[in-house]
Protein backbone atom coordinates (compact mmCIF):
# COMPACT_ATOMS: atom_id res chain seq x y z
CA UNK A 1 0.00 0.00 0.00
CA UNK A 2 1.72 3.80 -1.33
CA UNK A 3 0.18 6.06 1.31
CA UNK A 4 1.65 8.70 -0.92
CA UNK A 5 -0.38 7.61 -4.07
CA UNK A 6 -1.80 11.02 -4.75
CA UNK A 7 1.25 12.69 -5.88
CA UNK A 8 1.23 10.57 -8.62
CA UNK A 9 -2.26 11.83 -9.46
CA UNK A 10 -3.11 13.79 -12.54
CA UNK A 11 -4.73 17.28 -11.00
CA UNK A 12 -6.49 19.99 -12.62
CA UNK A 13 -5.14 23.50 -11.14
CA UNK A 14 -7.09 25.19 -13.77
CA UNK A 15 -8.88 25.29 -16.67
CA UNK A 16 -6.25 24.27 -19.05
CA UNK A 17 -3.47 23.62 -16.43
CA UNK A 18 -2.94 20.07 -15.35
CA UNK A 19 -0.16 18.70 -13.39
CA UNK A 20 1.23 14.95 -13.92
CA UNK A 21 2.91 13.50 -10.97
CA UNK A 22 6.04 11.66 -11.58
CA UNK A 23 4.82 11.79 -15.52
CA UNK A 24 9.00 11.98 -15.99
CA UNK A 25 10.56 9.97 -12.91
CA UNK A 26 10.84 7.30 -15.31
CA UNK A 27 13.65 8.46 -17.66
CA UNK A 28 15.05 11.10 -14.97
CA UNK A 29 18.34 9.46 -15.92
CA UNK A 30 18.40 10.48 -19.41
CA UNK A 31 16.73 13.49 -18.57
CA UNK A 32 19.28 15.04 -16.63
CA UNK A 33 22.29 13.46 -18.69
CA UNK A 34 20.82 15.83 -21.37
CA UNK A 35 21.01 18.71 -19.41
CA UNK A 36 24.85 17.77 -18.70
CA UNK A 37 25.57 17.69 -22.35
CA UNK A 38 23.86 20.92 -23.10
CA UNK A 39 25.47 22.63 -20.21
CA UNK A 40 28.82 21.55 -21.98
CA UNK A 41 27.98 23.84 -24.72
CA UNK A 42 26.12 26.21 -23.56
CA UNK A 43 27.16 26.42 -19.27
CA UNK A 44 24.60 27.69 -17.12
CA UNK A 45 24.94 31.06 -16.15
CA UNK A 46 23.55 33.94 -14.07
CA UNK A 47 21.84 36.77 -16.07
CA UNK A 48 20.88 40.16 -14.95
CA UNK A 49 17.74 41.74 -15.16
CA UNK A 50 16.94 44.59 -16.94
CA UNK A 51 17.07 46.48 -13.39
CA UNK A 52 20.48 45.43 -13.16
CA UNK A 53 19.90 42.37 -10.49
CA UNK A 54 21.28 39.10 -11.01
CA UNK A 55 18.97 36.25 -10.75
CA UNK A 56 20.19 33.91 -7.75
CA UNK A 57 18.33 31.07 -10.61
CA UNK A 58 21.18 29.96 -13.31
CA UNK A 59 20.23 29.37 -16.76
CA UNK A 60 20.91 28.19 -20.09
CA UNK A 61 18.41 26.91 -23.15
CA UNK A 62 18.08 24.42 -25.76
CA UNK A 63 16.37 24.58 -29.38
CA UNK A 64 15.74 26.90 -32.14
CA UNK A 65 15.40 29.63 -29.23
CA UNK A 66 16.62 30.24 -26.03
CA UNK A 67 15.12 33.09 -23.62
CA UNK A 68 17.86 35.72 -22.13
CA UNK A 69 17.79 39.13 -20.32
CA UNK A 70 20.39 41.51 -20.08
CA UNK A 71 20.12 45.54 -19.13
CA UNK A 72 17.88 46.06 -22.67
CA UNK A 73 15.10 43.59 -21.68
CA UNK A 74 14.26 40.09 -21.67
CA UNK A 75 13.50 38.20 -25.23
CA UNK A 76 13.93 35.20 -27.14
CA UNK A 77 17.93 34.65 -29.01
CA UNK A 78 18.50 32.26 -31.75
CA UNK A 79 21.89 32.38 -30.99
CA UNK A 80 23.39 31.97 -27.01
CA UNK A 81 25.23 35.61 -26.47
CA UNK A 82 28.32 34.16 -24.14
CA UNK A 83 29.43 31.80 -27.42
CA UNK A 84 27.87 33.50 -30.51
CA UNK A 85 26.47 30.06 -31.63
CA UNK A 86 22.91 28.75 -31.78
CA UNK A 87 22.21 26.74 -28.09
CA UNK A 88 22.11 23.05 -28.63
CA UNK A 89 19.83 21.28 -30.22
CA UNK A 90 16.81 19.97 -28.43
CA UNK A 91 17.26 16.46 -27.41
CA UNK A 92 14.64 13.93 -28.85
CA UNK A 93 13.88 12.63 -25.59
CA UNK A 94 12.94 16.50 -24.52
CA UNK A 95 10.85 17.06 -27.52
CA UNK A 96 8.62 13.64 -27.19
CA UNK A 97 8.56 14.17 -22.79
CA UNK A 98 6.86 17.20 -23.96
CA UNK A 99 4.36 16.58 -26.83
CA UNK A 100 3.41 13.92 -24.60
CA UNK A 101 2.30 15.47 -21.64
CA UNK A 102 1.02 18.30 -23.46
CA UNK A 103 -1.02 15.69 -25.47
CA UNK A 104 -2.29 14.21 -22.25
CA UNK A 105 -3.51 17.39 -20.98
CA UNK A 106 -5.48 17.91 -24.27
CA UNK A 107 -2.83 20.01 -26.38
CA UNK A 108 -2.55 17.71 -29.23
CA UNK A 109 0.35 18.05 -31.83
CA UNK A 110 2.79 20.60 -29.32
CA UNK A 111 5.90 21.46 -31.12
CA UNK A 112 8.26 22.86 -28.42
CA UNK A 113 10.44 25.76 -30.20
CA UNK A 114 12.41 26.55 -26.72
CA UNK A 115 13.71 24.38 -23.75
CA UNK A 116 14.59 26.89 -20.57
CA UNK A 117 16.91 24.97 -18.36
CA UNK A 118 16.59 26.68 -14.54
CA UNK A 119 19.33 25.31 -11.97
CA UNK A 120 18.53 26.15 -8.46
CA UNK A 121 20.77 26.34 -5.25
CA UNK A 122 19.09 25.95 -2.11
CA UNK A 123 18.91 29.78 -1.40
CA UNK A 124 17.76 30.75 -4.99
CA UNK A 125 14.30 31.80 -6.10
CA UNK A 126 12.45 32.98 -8.65
CA UNK A 127 9.94 35.74 -7.79
CA UNK A 128 6.44 36.34 -8.72
CA UNK A 129 6.35 37.11 -13.00
CA UNK A 130 4.14 36.36 -15.93
CA UNK A 131 5.21 34.39 -19.11
CA UNK A 132 5.03 37.09 -21.77
CA UNK A 133 7.99 37.09 -23.64
CA UNK A 134 6.87 33.92 -26.05
CA UNK A 135 4.63 35.57 -29.20
CA UNK A 136 2.32 32.34 -29.00
CA UNK A 137 0.08 32.43 -26.44
CA UNK A 138 -1.91 29.63 -27.15
CA UNK A 139 0.34 26.69 -26.86
CA UNK A 140 0.83 26.04 -23.47
CA UNK A 141 3.99 25.97 -21.41
CA UNK A 142 5.43 22.55 -20.32
CA UNK A 143 7.47 22.59 -17.41
CA UNK A 144 9.60 19.24 -15.73
CA UNK A 145 10.92 19.16 -12.39
CA UNK A 146 13.97 17.49 -11.59
CA UNK A 147 16.13 17.23 -7.82
CA UNK A 148 14.99 18.94 -4.76
CA UNK A 149 11.48 19.84 -3.93
CA UNK A 150 10.25 23.25 -4.43
CA UNK A 151 6.96 25.62 -3.65
CA UNK A 152 5.54 26.66 -6.87
CA UNK A 153 3.93 29.91 -6.19
CA UNK A 154 0.24 30.22 -8.08
CA UNK A 155 -1.12 33.15 -8.33
CA UNK A 156 -4.07 35.24 -10.47
CA UNK A 157 -4.31 37.65 -13.08
CA UNK A 158 -2.98 40.29 -11.03
CA UNK A 159 -0.12 40.55 -9.08
CA UNK A 160 -1.91 41.17 -5.31
CA UNK A 161 -3.53 37.95 -5.69
CA UNK A 162 -2.06 36.15 -3.26
CA UNK A 163 -0.87 32.91 -4.56
CA UNK A 164 -1.65 29.39 -3.59
CA UNK A 165 1.39 27.12 -3.05
CA UNK A 166 1.94 23.69 -4.86
CA UNK A 167 4.67 21.88 -3.60
CA UNK A 168 6.45 20.12 -7.24
CA UNK A 169 8.85 17.29 -6.38
CA UNK A 170 11.46 15.32 -8.94
CA UNK A 171 9.58 13.99 -12.09
CA UNK A 172 6.87 16.30 -11.67
CA UNK A 173 5.39 17.69 -15.36
CA UNK A 174 2.95 20.55 -15.27
CA UNK A 175 1.30 22.05 -18.21
CA UNK A 176 0.63 25.39 -18.18
CA UNK A 177 -2.81 26.63 -20.94
CA UNK A 178 -5.77 28.30 -21.34
CA UNK A 179 -6.56 30.97 -19.85
CA UNK A 180 -4.35 30.45 -16.44
CA UNK A 181 -1.12 30.78 -19.28
CA UNK A 182 -0.44 34.37 -18.06
CA UNK A 183 -0.93 33.95 -14.53
CA UNK A 184 1.73 35.27 -11.92
CA UNK A 185 3.92 32.63 -11.11
CA UNK A 186 7.39 32.09 -8.85
CA UNK A 187 9.01 29.64 -7.28
CA UNK A 188 9.41 29.61 -3.01
CA UNK A 189 13.20 30.48 -1.69
CA UNK A 190 15.00 26.64 -2.03
CA UNK A 191 15.01 25.00 1.50
CA UNK A 192 18.36 23.10 1.99
CA UNK A 193 18.52 19.36 1.44
CA UNK A 194 19.77 16.34 -0.94
CA UNK A 195 18.38 14.53 -3.84
CA UNK A 196 19.65 11.15 -5.05
CA UNK A 197 19.73 11.77 -8.66
CA UNK A 198 21.15 15.97 -8.40
CA UNK A 199 22.71 16.52 -4.60
CA UNK A 200 22.20 19.90 -3.35
CA UNK A 201 20.40 21.37 -7.04
CA UNK A 202 16.92 21.42 -8.35
CA UNK A 203 15.99 21.55 -11.86
CA UNK A 204 12.97 22.80 -13.86
CA UNK A 205 12.72 22.14 -18.10
CA UNK A 206 10.39 24.75 -19.83
CA UNK A 207 8.84 24.08 -23.09
CA UNK A 208 7.84 26.86 -24.92
CA UNK A 209 6.47 27.78 -28.40
CA UNK A 210 8.07 31.58 -29.04
CA UNK A 211 7.62 32.79 -32.43
C1 LIG B 1 2.31 29.14 -15.05
N1 LIG B 1 9.93 28.51 -13.95
O1 LIG B 1 10.98 29.58 -16.16
S1 LIG B 1 7.84 26.20 -13.89
C2 LIG B 1 9.97 30.14 -15.70
O2 LIG B 1 10.17 25.99 -11.59
C3 LIG B 1 9.37 29.62 -14.45
O3 LIG B 1 11.70 27.13 -12.60
C4 LIG B 1 9.51 27.96 -12.68
O4 LIG B 1 8.46 30.20 -13.97
C5 LIG B 1 10.52 26.93 -12.28
O5 LIG B 1 9.44 31.11 -16.25
C6 LIG B 1 8.14 27.45 -12.71
C7 LIG B 1 6.09 26.28 -13.99
C8 LIG B 1 5.50 27.36 -14.85
C9 LIG B 1 6.15 27.88 -15.95
C10 LIG B 1 5.54 28.81 -16.74
C11 LIG B 1 4.25 29.25 -16.45
C12 LIG B 1 4.24 27.79 -14.57
C13 LIG B 1 3.61 28.73 -15.34
C14 LIG B 1 3.57 30.19 -17.25
C15 LIG B 1 2.30 30.56 -16.95
C16 LIG B 1 1.66 30.05 -15.84
FE1 LIG C 1 7.70 31.68 -15.41
Same mark, same amino acid.
Given at each position: MNLFDDADDDLPLAPGALKLGGFARDIDVALLAAVADIARDAPFRHLVTPGGLRMSVAMTNCGEAGWVSDRTGYRYESCDPESGRPWPAM?? +? %???????????????? %???????????????? +?????????????????????????????? #???????? &????????????? #? @?????? %????????? @?? &?????????????????
Open positions: PQ +L %FRDLAARAAARAGFAD %FQPQACLVNRYVPGSK +LSLHQDRDERNLVEPIVSVSLGLPATFLWG #GATRAERP &HRLPLVHGDVVVW #G @GPSRLN %FHGIDTLPQ @GA &HPATGALRYNLTFRRVR
